[in-house]
């Protein structure tokens, strides 16, 4: 169904969609761990453009985790053959942690910062990893000729009002 749940097998780095008591079962396995729960529209987000610019996306999309298994942060962004992998620059992502501090509770492996610069104004959220890659589906499902085409440019735009609608704001309201 739509609402089953995911396991993360961490050193393959793969998930794994799991009935309930699957779920149950192997959630405290070694190999294998939850995907993140919460879903958190962050309202008065900073990053700047020379930020965005020091993490070396070459588009306005991403989303960015803690990764365990590296003890990195890596970045991801969709592309029409999928999620495609950019190690940061661990002092750009202090950066933006400092700026951003509820980046320093960003579960590892399980959610993460998901970035739209494609939007005016730029659009962020914390999700569970597995929405990331349900948005690296769509665009993959969507993407028409060489720019992406209209399908691409209304899915995108859609899945994050979908994103507002199911998030909750922080604690605070704010990002910060």
Request: hydrophobic content about 40%.
């Amino acid at each position: 169904p739509d609402d089953h749940r995911h396991l993360l097998h961490l050193v393959e780095r793969r998930i794994v969609c799991v009935c309930e008591a699957c779920w149950a079962l192997h959630s405290g396995d070694a190999d294998y761990r939850p995907t993140g729960m919460r879903s958190l529209w962050l309202e008065g987000f900073e990053c700047d453009e020379t930020t965005w610019a020091s993490l070396q996306i070459p588009i306005g999309l991403a989303f960015f985790m803690r990764s365990s298994v590296s003890g990195s942060v890596v970045g991801f962004y969709p592309s029409p053959a999928g999620a495609t992998e950019s190690e940061l620059p661990l002092e750009t992502w202090e950066a933006l942690v400092a700026a951003n501090p509820v980046l320093s509770r960003l579960d590892a492996d399980g959610e993460a910062l998901v970035a739209n610069r494609l939007s005016d104004p730029p659009q962020y959220a914390i999700l569970p990893i597995d929405r990331c890659y349900e948005l690296v589906g769509l665009i993959r499902s969507r993407w028409e000729g060489i720019s992406g085409g209209d399908a691409l440019a209304e899915a995108v735009p859609e899945f994050f009002e979908r994103v507002r609608r199911q998030a909750t704001l922080p604690p605070d309201g704010v990002a910060v």
